[in-house]
């Protein structure tokens, strides 16, 4: 019974910061939350099924408090990116299934590391950031969405850092703005996923405390973001998530079993 009641508070805190984070960043919590599953014993697909259920709660959260700062969620941005990328979440999902655990688990960290790579050819300074894209220059890239739902649906990561990306360094939205976006949608993502996954098998008994944490961190993140709206510091929250990645994503391929 101790055992289990330090868990549990291992495991709010662990959801306070690690929304925090992902919220000031644009990183997605998923990243840190699928392993720290996978390390207190659940299975990947376990794993990846609480993480998108416990994204739903930190996202939405998250979106609410960004909402009230008037101005940075991008919402016609919002709805085409969903357009384009929530038929494809739900076609990874269904895919998981057909995927053995060790498996999947090795493609998560090939995706982590994937993604912390993608995150290094993002730092590179925008000395333009411009206040608001247009619906046209957006869908110029409707590639892009598709792919990133579809494997946000496999793993639960992909959408955020990848929309992230096209929204700030290709279109060069203010990096805030983007942020915020991002975040709008992957609540949306977010509960796309958990519906097919919920199958797999969510650990109900950790969800109160991972969802209790994520929905305190979701309103933390936008305070800190818009109190660190500037570039240097920006750049280091995204550099620094960036590293964590890239950790995480090692770890899951050598702990993998598969080789």
Not at 68 to 90: D, E, H, Y
Not at 148 to 154: D, Q, S, Y
Not at 225 to 253: E, P, Q, W
Request: proline share 3%; aromatic share 10%.
């Amino acid at each position: 019974m101790a055992s289990d009641t330090a868990l549990y508070v291992i495991t709010f805190l662990t959801a306070i910061g690690v929304s925090t984070f992902a919220m000031v960043s644009g990183g997605e919590g998923a990243i840190i939350f699928t392993p720290f599953f996978i390390a207190i014993g659940l299975s990947p697909q376990q794993a990846i099924a609480t993480a998108f259920v416990t994204q739903v709660f930190g996202k939405t959260s998250g979106t609410i408090g960004y909402h009230r700062k008037k101005g940075l969620i991008q919402w016609k941005l919002v709805g085409i990116l969903l357009l384009l990328g929530l038929p494809f979440v739900f076609a990874g999902a269904f895919l998981t299934h057909f995927l053995k655990s060790p498996f999947l688990q090795f493609l998560f960290g090939v995706m982590a590391i994937f993604l912390s790579i993608a995150m290094v050819c993002s730092l590179r300074k925008n000395d333009d950031n411009r206040e608001s894209v247009e619906n046209s220059e957006l869908l110029k890239w409707s590639l892009v969405p598709a792919i990133a739902g579809f494997l946000t649906g496999i793993f639960s990561i992909g959408c955020g850092t990848i929309n992230l990306i096209l929204l700030e360094r290709v279109l060069k939205l203010k990096i805030v703005k983007a942020v915020a976006t991002v975040v709008a949608v992957m609540a949306f993502t977010a509960l796309a996923g958990s519906i097919v996954h919920a199958c797999y098998g969510v650990r109900w008994d950790i969800l109160p405390f991972t969802a209790g944490g994520v929905l305190i961190g979701g309103q933390i993140g936008p305070r800190v973001a818009k109190c660190l709206d500037d570039k240097n510091k920006s750049y280091m929250i995204k550099a620094l998530f960036m590293a964590l990645t890239a950790i995480v994503g090692i770890i899951m391929m050598a702990s993998s079993g598969i080789f």
